[in-house]
């Protein structure tokens, strides 16, 4: 027994890395919406790369500590209070049985994740421990969580003494902006699209709309045209892909999306912006997509991963 | 018009092989073809596959291979699928109670296609399906070719609740909805069998590239 929700306002799931090796029976990935933010949380507290945290969104949570332990919570649009005392995030904490643990929802960002050491333990459904909700199956019991469940935790990697009080520095960190650039890799069926639509994609202000979720974020602005076909006969789909259907509104796919789909996609976001993306928020921020090459986007991704080495001791 | 096979970016982490832009059965044997080839090859860096009806989208790891990496590995693949001899495809055999409760489509498609009951029955059940591709949700199959006689429209308004196991058509395809689901298709039937069950050794009854029959069982 480690932690137990004792308030709740937001959307919390437990996420690890994703479900991977099941795509092509229509296993969608799910797993972090911001995956940078997961991965430092993780390595914060010295867990393995896939161990199991809480997502939460769109709401406060409030979790007791049963026992000692250490957590960190990264992500962008969270206040942190640990016990009596307000903390910054991206820094892991040493937290005592009996402390109350309070994430409570700003007006910036939109997803946060905690971490403890050794990771949140739920049973693995084909092979990962993230949490599908279309599907009910995986995280805990298939759902998000309620006041009164309780989470246990594996055991720390080190000594509490060697994991507390670390911070990722903010230069290592993702530019979270309410008005950010996300660079994007365009086709592969830019040619379903008028020139006029390309170039309208790449110079116009895109809003997040409030009928997004975790299969995807809609886009809403200047509205792109087809030349011709509406549809397409459907096709493997990725995180990040943008879908364009008869609306002319592009959307988004994000962690809990279909594995295939039947839209013409006139981009797709890159990995190391995905994280951007994910905490814009809707009716507030403004997007503008710009292009880019697949070599630049994977430099870019490799140079940001290899920010996570940069942790150190807290001030 | 002759379709060139392309090899495209989905982003900086998957990439997609286009072999056509149609849904025919030779086609799809193709790409379960290409998909078995990178399955058996092993390439260090290939996290998965998904095949659909014309292509296959190729995940991968870009800490271990760069862009430039995977297509050349995948363009000399490509040149091998035509010697590659493709598995002979599994049978599963699917029982069905036709029409009832849980098909309530089957007389309106029996009428659209100018058929009687029967006859729709007997022209579903009589062919072996190939499975093209999975997606929509876990576990459900797109099969086709089916007949002509039974190509019917998408529903203008989709049901909000299907039950699992329910067999239903639209086009030229038909489908089994795997677990309970919206959905736009018209329902015939509906099967007993479990098309997915994630807390078991074999969590899926079909994988893509099976042959399916269905079976009367009423």
Redesign the interface.
Known sequence: MSLEVVELSGLATIQDSGR?????????VSGPMDTFAFHAANKLVGNDANCAVIEIGLGDITLRALRDCVITVTGVGYGVSIYVWDFPLWSSYYVRAGWTIRLNKLDSGMWAYLAISGGFQAPL??GSCST?L??H??GFDGRQLQVGDVLRAGTPSRHPNELAARTLPESARPVYSNNPIVDV?M??QEKYFTDESIATFKSQEYSVSTTSDRMGYRMEGAALKHRNKVE???????M??IQVPASGQPIVMMADS????GYP?IG????ADLPLLAQCVPGRSKIRFRETT??K??RK??AL?GGLEKIVESD | MHFKPRIVALGDSSILIQLDEEIDPAINQRVHALANLIANSAINGVIETVPAYATLLVHYDVLILSFTQIKNILREKLTHIQENESRKPRLVEVPVRYGGELGPDLESVASHCGLRVEDVIRIHSEKKYTVYMMGFTPGYPYMGKLDDKLIMPRLETPRTRVPAGTIAIAGSQTGIYSIESPGGWNLIGWTPLKLFDPNSDSPFLFAPGDEVKFVVDQ
């Open positions: 991977i090796g099941w795509r092509k029976f229509g296993v969608p459904i084909l599908y279309r599907g199956f995986g890799i086709g592969p397409l006969i459907s096709e493997g789909m990725t990040g892909a279909p594995t295939t789909g996609k797709t976001v890159v990995s697949v070599a986007a994977q991704y490799r991963m």
